[in-house]
């Protein structure tokens, strides 16, 4: 019933009619653009992460990831006490947050969401993330070193 078909991959991975399918590729949004040292210090500074840190993102996407959730809560104390200018911002996704019951550090915040997320992984100086095709593109723009997690859910498995 589309009109039209616009696919991230080549149309033949597709099971839609060829005549309406078009590769139009990974979209992503115009806030993500190449990022600089004086752009990830700006983001660093607006997401009030202490001046100098360095900066340790993890997200399993906006509706997180327990078996992420899970293995960073158990590590997050020796990662901080080894280096004292890491800090972590962890994106646990919405209701989420027990993995982290009983754990605090100054150096580190549980968030259930981020917004923006542009300026999260920008100000980032390393991302550990699930690897969706629009999280690996955005990270691509960003020019960002990254570690993926790869997910069975996600598409192709």
Not at 18 to 37: A, Q
Not at 55 to 75: E, F
Not at 79 to 86: A, H, I, N, W
């Amino acid at each position: 019933w589309a009109v039209a078909n616009l696919v991230a991959h080549d149309p033949s991975m597709y099971k839609y009619s060829k005549s309406k399918t078009e590769k139009v590729g990974v979209i992503v949004s115009g806030d993500y653009t190449k990022v600089d040292t004086a752009t990830q210090n700006d983001y660093k500074k607006q997401l009030s992460i202490p001046e100098g840190s360095k900066l340790l993102l993890i997200t399993g996407g906006s509706t997180g990831a327990q078996a992420i959730n899970k293995a960073v809560a158990g590590i997050a104390h020796g990662l901080l006490d080894s280096d004292k200018k890491l800090y972590i911002v962890h994106q646990v996704g919405a209701g989420k947050s027990a993995a982290y019951t009983g754990i605090k550090h100054e150096r580190l915040e549980v968030l259930e969401f981020l917004k923006p997320m542009y300026m999260y992984t920008g100000a980032a100086d390393l991302v550990v993330c699930r690897g969706s095709a629009n999280t690996l593109a955005e990270l691509g723009v960003q020019k960002k070193p990254v570690i993926t997690i790869p997910s069975p859910h996600l598409a192709g498995g």
